[in-house]
């Protein structure tokens, strides 16, 4: 870790080790939410808990929460990229997003028959999407169509950058393909 970026205070917050490693971890798993981050650390609740809020407290880490899910991100995120990769952490959503990645408009079927998903899970996770400005749809025929509205090379950069933390083959398929190109 770069010390360079850090002034007097941050660097003094981040003198015990425990609290450096809980540091690095959200640097590293950046959007993961507290029980990913708790079982990754292997730390107790109560440890883990304190350390992230005072990373929070002290300015060095975002506290985001989402629903019922509180997700952690280095303090250089920005807000978009924090939605991103909020919604890149969710498996389901992701492999969805993957599939947009690859095929620039999909139709239910295709998208159901990828991530191997309900009809009615799909819908709602692209109703998720859809009210997070991400995907949007048009209507083609008798046919709904589903296309991006994030940026591609975006979503890919965050893939890239985080890859390791998303233990998903088909994440590192994806972005084997998007390195060809």
Not at 50 to 64: P, Q, S, T
Not at 157 to 174: G, H, K, Q, W
């Amino acid at each position: 870790m770069s010390e360079e970026f850090f002034d007097q205070k941050e660097k003094k917050a981040l003198k015990l080790t425990v609290r450096r490693d809980v540091y690095l971890l959200v640097k590293k798993f950046a959007g993961c939410h507290f029980r990913e981050l708790e079982r990754l650390s292997k730390l107790p609740t109560g440890i883990i808990k304190y350390h992230l809020n005072y990373l929070a407290k002290h300015g060095l880490i975002n506290e985001i929460k989402n629903n019922n899910n509180l997700r952690y991100f280095p303090k250089q995120f920005s807000s978009e990229n924090k939605k991103l990769m909020g919604l890149l952490r969710q498996e389901s959503i992701r492999r969805i997003l993957l599939c947009l990645l690859v095929n620039d408009k999909c139709i239910h079927e295709q998208l159901t028959a990828f991530v191997k998903l309900s009809p009615s899970t799909v819908s709602w996770h692209l109703k998720k999407l859809r009210e997070n400005n991400v995907v949007e749809f048009m209507i083609i025929g008798e046919k709904t169509h589903y296309h991006l509205l994030a940026d591609k090379k975006e979503i890919v950069n965050l893939l890239i950058t985080y890859r390791e933390s998303f233990f998903d083959a088909m994440v590192e398929r994806v972005i084997e393909m998007w390195e060809i190109e």
